[in-house]
């Protein structure tokens, strides 16, 4: 039967988690936030152009993207297909 390695001690185990959460979490704060405001700017950007005779036409390939895609994604410029193959890419 082989001895498991000895536990790290409680109190070191605990202070270390506790500062690598707050890190971590600090971390995830601000990518979060900064998602939103990359977002929100693409979704500004899509109201200014909602008036545009190519709004909610594939930057791409220039077909109709679905309006279903628009009402999910308000910024989407590309149709599913380009938005497919670009990710792929
Ligand atoms: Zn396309």
Redesign the pocket.
């Known amino acids: 039967m082989v001895e498991s390695s000895k536990p790290v001690p409680p109190d070191n185990a605990i202070g270390r988690l506790t500062r690598m959460e707050a890190i971590s979490s600090r971390g995830a704060s601000e990518a979060s936030l900064n998602a939103a405001r990359a977002k929100l700017g693409q979704l500004e950007t899509a109201l200014g152009k909602i008036d545009q005779p190519d709004f909610g036409m594939?930057r791409?390939?220039d077909?109709l993207i679905p309006h279903g895609r628009i009402m999910l994604v308000p910024e989407s410029v590309?149709?599913v297909?380009?938005a497919e193959k670009k990710a792929n890419s």
Do not use: F, G, K, P
Request: a positive charge.
């Open positions: 594939c791409r390939c077909r590309l149709c297909q380009c």
